[in-house]
């Protein structure tokens, strides 16, 4: 399974920038799909999650009203709707997905796939 992040790039603070993820692989069924993000010099956080079969979403605190994940119409792909966005979301943004039921979805080790990353820089 391999995932692929795209959409990232150079933005202005409240600026609005939207990424996508596609998970390939014949067999692979995503149960849950999620975005994680690193600033320089921090720990991956937990961005946002989507559940496939109910679509039930999860965010960050950090994130939370500002970004919207959300399933595309092609099966196993994913966007996150970043608005408002601040400098402090400077970071590389890494989607995620596994195909086990998971409890929260908000932990890195619930993942069993990842992207490469794509860079999101916001300039005051």
């Known amino acids: 399974v391999q995932l692929q992040a795209s959409g990232g790039g150079l933005v202005q603070a409240g600026d609005s920038l939207r990424l996508s993820c596609a998970a390939s692989?014949?067999?692979?069924?995503?149960?849950?799909m999620g975005w994680f993000r690193q600033a320089p010099g921090k720990e991956r956080e937990f961005v946002a999650r989507i559940t496939w079969s109910g679509g039930d979403t999860y965010y960050g605190d950090s994130v939370r009203g500002r970004f919207t994940i959300s399933r595309g119409n092609t099966k196993n792909t994913v966007y996150l709707q970043m608005s408002s966005l601040k400098p402090e979301d400077t970071a590389v943004y890494y989607c995620?997905?596994?195909?086990?039921?998971?409890?929260?979805?908000?932990?890195?080790?619930?993942?069993?796939?990842w992207g490469q990353g794509t860079l999101v820089t916001v300039s005051s």
């Open positions: 692989g014949s067999t692979f069924r995503a149960y849950i």
């Open positions: 995620a997905a596994t195909s086990r039921p998971v409890l929260y979805g908000d932990q890195k080790y619930e993942y069993d796939y």
